[in-house]
């Protein structure tokens, strides 16, 4: 029932205007009267209405998406049932689809892809951290608003239908659906980043990876043709932006990233530095060959979803014992839906009729199989050729020990092996033999002995675990005593029974790596050697204490703490000031001319040192403007001290420069979440050698600031040249360059 202008809702939501039609659902524009503000408002079709089971679904994970609250994503405010109507009130985006925005441009520039995509992304990661999944991504669902910030729309509606009709009806946008959604099974955050993978692909070249005839055969695409690299049709794309897509879209969810927080990570890497090859290329193989590697907790699940399936059809058929799965049909609307076959309507004394697969006859892609006898033999994807043989040999080994263990305790007992010399020994063999066959058959088929991995390296400890069927974790720890990358540990004992699959975490020693400082003969060194040694070399932290001593030279290591330290550790040394001798305070002698500097100094048992003249417009010529030692500072008696002489005012070379440089030209729209470490200087080239001033000290600015850039600055003494640079110290490069020209300038 379409909602006309006018229509209140609540007594508080007038409906304005008819915004858009979905396939399950009309979007509004309507006024909360309440609040005064502007809302959305998405009503359910009448069909999805008068099912109940659906609309509670509906409810449920609309109330989830609720709590989600994120600058990405658009809010719902409100879950309402009202009558037979049933909405969700939520945050109105006055904007454009990205998928008009495609449809406008044609395609989209690389930097806007993945300003786009990290938005789309930092969305779905707050989505997933809170066990929301999507399940419908594509560009239709992602608004882009007049301030260039991408929010996500229609969470909540997409999980309710997936959670409904997995394994029944399997509900997709076709061209963005992920394999595992296809197939109609499990799906979780990756199958999220399938779709977000599609939807870049088609912001860099306004087209879709698959396309054909009918959506069947799309969705057959995405089970069995690989991604081709963007690059192909817009060569703009980078070979990293380029991987990325690729990983993002693989076949198998395990190959993909394992959340949104890794591909933020990469596409922010590839926004900043498009050229560094960082994300290698994932090895090539047949998704479709016979032989399939499949990781344990994949066929695990695949195993529970099959034992699922079987329990309920022998619940409703307890005539048929398996069931063939969910085949790909079109409803009426002309979108794929994953069906179960329906029940045998004839059997006769248990046995059923040959019956043709739905997906076979549909596709024409696989060779005809038939399915015929008391039980139907299931042809699926997800068992396993390598599986079902080491099935079969495990099965034949443990029929052979059985065999053997039955032969010997026979031979014991008619007395065979009792005959000649030695016999007492074959007794001991047959009880060990009958013991191990016994620990073995006590063992459940889930369950496995622990090996004892010590000793061994984390190649022959994974190896050990996988022959048990159980997983690995490694941890690191210092050792005295073991080598370098071998076992000094496991979580689980050896021998200890456990269920297959479990983890053990295993420990590996890193050796000790502690550098012997004994071995460097620092106590000869100056305490300048003994710092360059240790921090330049050895990559130490260096702390250097002045302590007087009698019998070490002046500037020389007196001793150090620790004797031996960790790689990137901190070392102390204690460097000689020569003899104890005594000091006085140090007089203030700025302002003064020399000879009175001189009397004040030899008054107090110090001399004046090395002499230093500097322009200066506050200090008269001839009076000192700086002394090297400050003033009321303990100085050894006897010591020089240095100072400098004003020259009086002179001239100054000086250079000005107005501009502002927007850094937002640099990162697109994703530049209000990118920040990077900058710092201006200025350069001179002063007698053949380049000298470097800091103008604005090192800082971090965000992607989106307006960089000010106003500066009086004073150069070298008879140098009319020079630049500004605009430095990126977070990437190591240069964002800007300016020329400056110096003009002399007179302080008189």
Known sequence: ????????????????????????????????????????????????SQDANFVSKFKMEAQAAAGLSHPNIVSVYDVVDEGSLHY???????????????????????????????????????????????????????IISRDGKVKV?????????????????????????????????????RSDLYSLGITMYEMLTGKLPFDGDTPVSVALAHLEEPVQPPSRINPEVSASLDRIILKCTQKKPERRYQNAYELIADLRHALVDPNDDFLKKEPEFDENSPTVVRGAEELNRQMEAQRNRNLEQTMEHPAVSEKTGPV?????????????????????????EEETDVYEEETSRRPDRRRKGRRIEEDSEDVNPQMERLLTMIGIGAAVLIVVVVIVIAAKLTGIFNLGSGSQKHPKTTVEASSEASESESLESTECRVPPLDGMT?????????????????????????????????????????????????????????????????????????????????????????????????????????????????????????????????????????????????????????????????????????????????????????????????????????????????????????????????????????????????????????LPIHYNIEGADGVQTGELQILDLTNDRVLKTYQLEFVEVSDN
């Open 328 to 352: 790909p049909t079109e409803n009426e609307r002309g979108e794929v839906v994953w069906k179960e076959p329906e029940p045998p309507e004839k059997e006769i004394e248990g046995w059923q």
């Open 1 to 48: 029932m379409m909602l006309k202008p006018g229509t209140y809702l609540q007594d508080r939501y007038e409906i304005l205007s008819l915004i858009g039609t979905g396939g399950m659902s009309e979007v509004y524009q309507a006024k909360c009267h309440t609040l005064n503000r502007l809302v959305a408002i998405k009503v359910l079709k009448d069909e999805y």
């Open 458 to 706: 984390e190649d022959e400890a994974k190896t050990a675990l996988e022959k048990q069927s159980l997983k690995i974790r490694y941890e690191y720890a210092k050792s005295e005593t073991s080598e370098k990358g071998k076992v000094i540990g496991q979580s689980i004992a050896s021998g200890t029974v456990v269920s297959k699959q479990t983890e053990v975490i295993v420990t590996i020693g890193e050796g000790n790596e502690a550098i012997d400082l004994t071995k460097l003969g620092l106590e000869e060194m100056s305490g300048e050697d003994a710092e360059t040694l240790l921090a330049e070399e050895n990559k130490l932290t260096v702390v250097v204490q002045k302590e007087s001593s009698d019998t070490v030279a002046s500037g020389i290591v007196i001793r150090y703490s620790p004797s031996s330290v960790d790689p990137g550790g901190t070392v102390t040394l204690y460097v000689s000031t020569g003899p104890n001798v005594p000091t006085v305070p140090m007089p203030r002698i700025t302002g003064l001319s020399e000879e009175n500097a001189k009397v004040v100094l030899e008054a107090v048992g110090l001399e004046l040192g090395e002499r230093k003249e500097a322009k200066s417009s506050e200090v008269a010529k001839g009076k000192i403007i700086s002394q090297d030692v400050l003033e009321k500072t303990d100085t050894p008696e006897g010591s020089a001290i240095g100072y400098t002489v004003s020259l009086g005012k002179g001239t100054r070379y000086v250079a000005a420069i107005n501009d502002e440089f927007q850094m937002s030209e640099l990162f697109g729209p994703s530049s209000g979440d990118t920040h990077i470490r900058v710092s201006i200087v200025m350069k001179q080239t002063i007698a053949g050698n380049t000298v470097t001033k800091t103008v604005m000290e090192p800082r971090e600015i965000g992607g989106d600031i307006t």
């Open 88 to 142: 969700i009130v939520m945050e109105l985006i006055e904007g454009i689809t990205l998928k008009s925005y495609i449809l406008k441009k044609g395609h989209l520039g690389v930097k806007e892809t993945i300003g786009i995509a990290i938005q789309v992304a930092q969305g779905l990661a707050a989505a997933h951290d809170q066990h929301i999944v999507h399940r419908d991504i594509k560009p239709q669902n992602m």
């Open 153 to 189: 729309a229609d969470f909540g509606i997409a999980r309710a239908v997936s959670s409904q009709t997995t394994g029944v009806n399997a509900v997709g946008s076709v061209h963005y659906i992920s394999p595992e959604q296809a197939k109609g099974n499990y799906s979780d955050g």
